[in-house]
């Protein structure tokens, strides 16, 4: 509390006014703090994905990414997952909510057999809406792709 001197006594009178400073320096640190946490919050799992010709559609604010990486090692989100725990980190990871669709991303490398057998997973665990993830572009040649 901040008191003032008053030219009519001794007396120290309280002032009821709110000091912001503190205030906004408190809200500039966590502006900050979210600024650089922000960027760290995305999945970062390499994978080398096929190019689609497909139009791109809207993605929601938070996806559930399910990569089948190049040693086909299974990953949700930025979590390694084993096969067998697969349903369970899926009804973790969307508190079991079998109606949310799944992005299914794997490396082009690997084979198509083992892209179903991930699916089949998916399907066997109750989620049958699953969204296929591929670079954006169209493939011209052989290894070549266009904005």
Aim: net charge negative; hydrophobic share 45%; charged share 25%.
């Amino acid at each position: 509390m901040a008191g003032r001197l008053q030219d009519d006594g001794d007396e120290l009178v309280e002032t009821h006014e709110i000091n912001v400073t503190p205030f906004i320096d408190v809200m500039l640190v966590l502006l900050i703090i979210f600024m650089v946490a922000a960027p760290l919050s995305t999945v970062d799992v390499p994978v080398d994905l096929p190019v689609s010709t497909a139009k791109p559609t809207k993605k929601p604010d938070k996806p559930l990414y399910l990569t089948v990486k190049s040693d086909l090692t299974l990953a949700l989100g930025n979590d390694t997952v084993p096969r067998s725990q697969i349903a369970l980190a899926l009804d973790d990871a969307t508190a079991a909510d079998r109606q949310r669709r799944v992005f299914l991303r794997a490396d082009k490398s690997v084979p198509y057999g083992q892209l179903m057998e991930v699916m089949n997973l998916l399907r066997g665990a109750g989620y049958l809406k699953v969204a296929l993830v591929g670079l954006e572009g169209i493939a011209v040649g052989k290894g070549e792709q266009t904005p």
